[in-house]
């Protein structure tokens, strides 16, 4: 079946500007990440979702960026007033949760250019 | 509080060698455990997963991982190996009946395959 998808696979954007990056998750999967990857370094956790809920919002660096889910499906991960310092490679994951274990299904990414 | 350590950010081996990726976690009782892998410019990719039945672990392309409750450890070994494996591996620790809502990565050891 069919993975996890994000869109765009790469983004360029000016300093200031506002990005959405998107999420698809596996169906029927009930939990939803956001993780932040920078060269080089490991994952930053940001923030994650049961159904269309978001109970720990504690690792979003800043009030620039904020995330919502619709449908308990597609998530946009939106960064506002973009700074370089946002520039990375931002991973979604899904997972199950009645059943499951936890483990992790990622997409391919998207990644970000702030110039 | 769990945590997760991968000791040695990068690792070099020869084609043929032996392959052994250290994991250490800190957990109040035995979490699941994961190990990932992830290619360049991909996602994270799931090699294998410690849930409580056997504590030799076999995951996909050979590589398997043995979990040693005294040692608090996850080491992720494989016999010999390939060109192929240069990857960036990924331990994660979930604590049980969260459904990978707390789940913790390691900050990632490179490795590196010489011919």
């Known amino acids: 079946g069919a993975g996890v998808s994000q869109s765009p696979s790469n983004k360029v954007t000016e300093k200031g500007k506002d990005v959405e990056l998107r999420c698809d998750p596996i169906?029927?999967?009930?939990?939803l990440y956001w993780y932040r990857q920078s060269l080089g370094q490991g994952l930053e956790f940001l923030i994650y979702f049961q159904g269309n809920s978001a109970p720990d919002k504690s690792g979003l660096p800043s009030d620039r960026f904020s995330a919502e889910r619709t449908g308990g499906s597609v998530s946009t991960l939106t960064i506002q007033r973009t700074q370089q310092e946002d520039s990375a490679v931002y991973l979604c994951?899904?997972?199950?949760?009645?059943?499951?274990?936890?483990?992790?299904?990622f997409g391919p990414g998207t990644r970000l250019t702030v110039t | 509080a769990q945590s997760v350590t991968q000791l040695g950010s990068h690792v070099s081996v020869s084609e043929g060698a032996l392959v052994l990726l250290r994991c250490n976690y800190s957990?109040?009782?035995?979490?699941?455990l994961f190990w990932y892998v992830q290619y360049p410019n991909q996602g994270l990719q799931l090699l294998l997963k410690?849930?409580?039945?056997?504590?030799l672990v076999k995951g996909i392309n050979g590589f398997e991982a043995e979990f040693k409750k005294s040692e608090t450890s996850f080491h992720l070994t494989k016999p010999s190996a390939h060109m192929s494996d240069a990857a960036e591996y990924f331990c994660?620790?979930?604590?049980?009946?969260?459904?990978?809502?707390?789940?913790?990565f390691g900050a990632g050891t490179r490795l590196f395959v010489k011919a």
């Open positions: 994951a899904s997972s199950l949760i009645s059943g499951g274990v936890g483990e992790q299904y």
């Open positions: 410690y849930t409580s039945a056997a504590t």
């Open positions: 957990s109040s009782v035995p979490p699941y």
């Open positions: 169906s029927g999967h009930t939990a």
């Open positions: 994660a620790v979930s604590p049980r009946g969260t459904g990978g809502f707390k789940t913790i």
